[in-house]
């Protein structure tokens, strides 16, 4: 998927004969970036967020499958100047009981929410409200203004890594950030020194490993 909006899904076997010069994975239009690359089966679920805080959820059968070099189809409609967040796979063989979505702006200001609040719809919509903003924020253009950081799929026992664009890191159990609707703004997750042009740049999932006997 790329920034812009455009989405695509490809064959793996496109991609049995790499070279050293690499392959094309798709075309771009100008000021287009390729962002996201996620393997999914039909069955699943694809999750979009944008950084105006608006979300689409749509099924990945519903994608036709297409040679390398298309540049495929609009995931959502996007507003003026909105751009994507985040995208996400939702399995179909997941637990639903125990995912949540994680969301977390800019400013720090983060929360979980239910996957059954996202419905999956036809794609290409305008989508549904991720999260709303605090200080009348949504519009990401506004340096005053906050925007949608991160629209994560996530486990409760996950823990993650939150860290800004002057280099804070800080390590969150996704348990101890609140369960809230999508109409909600969320708690501070980290603080960020805002007046001082800090974000966050960056949520990561930590890998868990399983302890071996030996």
């Known amino acids: 998927a790329t920034e812009k909006g455009w989405i695509k899904k490809t064959s793996l076997k496109a991609f049995e004969n790499l070279s050293s010069r690499g392959l094309t994975i798709a075309s771009l239009s100008e ?22 805080g608006m979300a689409s959820r749509f099924e990945a059968s519903t994608l036709r499958p ?26 179909g063989d997941g637990d639903a009981m125990k995912e949540y979505v994680l969301a977390v702006t800019a400013n720090g200001y983060g929360k979980r929410i ?22 009348g924020g949504g519009n990401w253009m506004n340096q005053s203004d906050d925007c949608l950081s991160c629209l994560r799929v ?18 969150q159990k996704v348990d101890a950030i609140p369960v809230q609707s999508r109409a ?11 007046d001082s042009g800090d974000k966050i740049s960056s949520v990561s999932t930590v890998p868990t490993y399983e302890e071996s006997d030996e």
């Open 154 to 171: 996530v486990n409760e026992d996950d823990e993650v890594l939150v860290i800004t664009s002057k280099g804070v890191i800080v390590r």
């Open 66 to 91: 297409t040679g390398r070099t298309s540049r495929g189809v609009r995931a959502m409609k996007l507003k003026k100047l909105d751009t994507l967040a985040d995208v996400n796979i939702l399995s």
């Open 31 to 52: 000021g287009d970036v390729l962002k996201w690359c996620q393997k999914c089966v039909d069955g699943d679920d694809i999750l979009v967020g944008t950084r105006n």
């Open 184 to 194: 909600a703004t969320g708690v501070v997750v980290q603080k960020v020194d805002v």
């Open 114 to 135: 239910h996957t059954d609040e996202f419905k999956a719809r036809a794609r290409g919509g305008v989508g549904v409200i991720a999260t709303k903003f605090k200080k």
